[in-house]
């Protein structure tokens, strides 16, 4: 790429940034936009803890120092403590999220390597925290790997969608030095060969690259070579370690692991019986002290004999050679493993392990008769989490998520509680009010099989459960009540505002009724012109007591508060006597948008009127006749253009609303309608 030439040749020009420059962090980090005149204050609002952390992202797992972690947990880098168990956090300068992070050879710098429309890498110093370098112009909208040389001295960047960008930087001076797009599909990972500094090697969708900077007449460029597959299937490739030779050895989709060279698979290695080396994709390799360890997303860590497979050559015309590994450990069942770190102190070194499944590891791998069993650090949701709810009396919170497992958390304490497991994923939850029970310990969920669970959380010791005062890590859950209303995932749960019903949305569109009490016994079920997404009862304020049904197709529907009656068991449960209220929001954005569009038009006549008059008298001040041919215009045909009048065919998806006053309610709407609150 000329482009990058000039630019490497005019950093011996440019002024250099001294060792001992560092940014401002409040002035870079991301801010809360606040409305002009609201008086609100910037910190209303701060972090207080997280629980999160962002457990399926690739290499998100790193060590500053051998008691320090460091990931990413959605829009914050997460620096945690592991002896004090205290978090620091540090915020995107887009506030659009984080693509990736990494560690300086040295660990007095790490990369923190953003989302958001031509996004930045930021450098920190470990342990000020200080902002030290900022990165730009390396892709277009996120980047998706970042990795260090061994010297410390170089850090390669590469894009996700649209560009793909691999980029060369000399971080210490924020200049790019080469750049080269590096495949036209998802590239997981960029590393350095840690032998020769002038080698890279990229990864992805359907394919591996071998790069080198190679010295030509017009100067240094990245020049890539394709891996050709040849009789091996074509495979993603998630992980992979160059070795000292210049070969380098991935991993495939089924789990066995392929031996490169020259940019050609010189043999596939399976285990005895043509078993794969892993049970699915290998997502990292590490060499360490004359052995290679892989990862897997089966749970498993290997760990192969180096020369052997350095060595390794097919003995038929199949292409692949069987051999065993050393040793191994089964971390856990459920586990996938990410991407491992070790500790670079002590005798007895141990591993960070990353666990998509929703945790971080503690392992040793010594493979020794005093061997410690892998322990469970850390837990959190493996993916998104649908439904969160406080404890209307204490300071507990639920969650609930697809992984299928629910959570319970002390946020005053900043403990997690409780994980518990069920057959089916979790989207929604709401916890019971304190007219239903005041201790504050009973919470309703619903599940994507369109079963509800009345649980309770107590002190399994028998004492009463102490919130923020560390005497809560015996809470436990008990289920008091389990019942199938729906035939799709739940998604709304809604208690009345007195506590005597509690209301079941899904996606079935159906809301079912059940009279609370000891037991929750079914009153009935009323159908609906959509999806459920949201319920809303109507607060004390309003003389009648009404459900506000929320549909995902745009329909808002208002229905009494049946009575809370014990329905016949030989019935069908429809209720069919209620008089439901049915609203269709019409869009009048245009009309809106066309209404501001007048203003404007007439404030621009308006001014423009008044430069007139005021040329006008200027002339005859002057004694300048003025005719009508000679005044300025007032109206631009082509500026003052009206927009047209739309309605959108399907009426805007509703997002969420909330009852005002009575025979009010708030709507907000996605799609066309989005950014606009309708009453």
């Not at 005597?500 to 609370?516: K, N, Q």
């Amino acid at each position: 790429n000329p482009e990058g030439d000039e630019e490497e040749e005019e950093v011996e020009e440019t002024e250099k940034i001294p060792d001992d420059f560092f940014y401002d962090y409040d002035s870079i980090c991301s801010q809360p936009y606040i409305s002009p005149g609201s008086g609100i204050p910037s910190r209303v609002l701060h972090l207080l803890h997280s629980f999160g952390y962002d457990c399926t992202r690739r290499a998100n797992l790193h060590l500053l120092d051998d008691q320090t972690l460091l990931y990413i947990a959605g829009t914050v880098a997460i620096i945690l403590g592991l002896k004090t168990q205290e978090q620091q956090y540090l915020r995107s300068s887009s506030g659009q999220g984080i693509g990736a992070v990494a560690v300086h050879p040295s660990r007095h710098y790490f990369a923190v390597a953003e989302k958001g429309h031509k996004p930045n890498i930021l450098l920190y110093e470990f342990p000020s925290l200080k902002p030290y370098r900022i990165l730009r112009g390396g892709t277009e909208e996120a980047y998706a790997f970042v990795d260090f040389n061994m010297s410390g001295s170089l850090l390669a960047s590469v894009g996700s969608s649209p560009d793909y960008m691999l980029t060369i930087w000399d971080w210490r001076q924020e200049k790019i030095m080469l750049r080269s797009k590096a495949f036209s599909q998802d590239v997981f990972q960029v590393t350095f060969s840690p032998e020769n500094e002038e080698q890279l090697t990229t990864c992805g969708t359907g394919h591996i690259r071998f790069w080198k900077m190679a010295r030509t007449f017009t100067g240094l460029k990245l020049q890539g070579e394709i891996g050709r597959f040849g009789k091996t299937s074509l495979t993603d490739i998630e992980g992979y370690v160059a070795l000292p030779d210049g070969k380098v050895i991935s991993g495939s989709e089924w789990g066995d692991l392929l031996l490169w060279e020259g940019g050609l698979i010189k043999v596939e290695i399976c285990r005895r019986g043509r078993r794969p080396c892993h049970q699915g994709p290998i997502n990292q390799f590490v060499l360490d002290e004359g052995e290679l360890i892989t990862i897997g997303t089966d749970g498993f860590v290997r760990v192969w004999d180096f020369e052997t497979l350095d060595t390794a050559d097919s003995v038929d015309d199949t292409g692949l050679l069987e051999m065993e590994p050393m040793n191994e450990l089964q971390v856990g069942k459920n586990v996938n493993l990410r991407y491992m770190v070790k500790t670079l102190e002590g005798d007895s070194p141990v591993w960070f392990a990353q666990d998509a499944g929703g945790g971080i590891w503690k392992l040793d791998l010594s493979f020794s008769n005093i061997t410690q069993d892998p322990e469970c650090l850390f837990s959190f949701h493996s993916g998104k989490i649908q439904a969160l709810d406080a404890s209307p009396s204490t300071y507990l919170m639920a969650t609930t998520s697809l992984d299928r497992s629910l959570r319970i958390y002390d946020f005053v304490g900043k403990t997690p509680l409780v994980d518990m497991k069920f057959k089916q994923g979790g989207t929604a939850l709401t916890w019971a009010p304190r007219m239903v029970n005041p201790k504050g310990g009973l919470f309703a969920v619903g599940f994507e099989d369109g079963v509800v669970r009345i649980l309770e959380v107590y002190n399994s010791t028998g004492l009463r459960l102490l919130v923020g005062r560390g005497g809560t890590h015996d809470a436990a859950v008990n289920l008091r009540q389990a019942f199938k209303p729906h035939n799709g995932p739940v998604t709304a749960l809604a208690y009345e505002r007195n506590g005597e019903i509690l209301a079941t949305g899904s996606t079935d569109r159906t809301v079912f009724f059940f009279a609370v009490g000891d037991s929750y016994e079914p009153i009935g079920f009323v159908r609906l012109p959509g999806p459920v997404r949201e319920l809303h009862w109507s607060p004390p304020s309003h003389e009648q007591s009404t459900l506000l049904v929320l549909c995902e197709n745009g329909f808002a529907v208002q229905i009494p508060s049946p009575a809370a009656e014990k329905m016949d068991p030989e019935s069908t449960y429809e209720i069919s006597n209620l008089p439901l209220s049915y609203f269709r929001f019409t869009s009048i954005k245009s009309k809106i948008e066309r209404e501001e569009q007048l203003e404007r038009i007439k404030k621009k006549r308006e001014q423009k009127q008044k430069e007139r008059d005021a040329w006008i008298r200027e002339q005859k001040e002057r004694g300048v006749e003025v005719l009508e041919e000679d005044l300025p215009p007032i109206i631009d045909d082509e500026e003052d253009k009206l927009p047209e009048l739309y309605v959108p065919e399907e009426p805007s998806p509703i997002l969420c609303g909330f009852y005002a006053g009575p025979g009010k309610f708030w709507l907000s709407l996605d799609g066309y309608d989005s950014g606009f609150l309708n009453l």
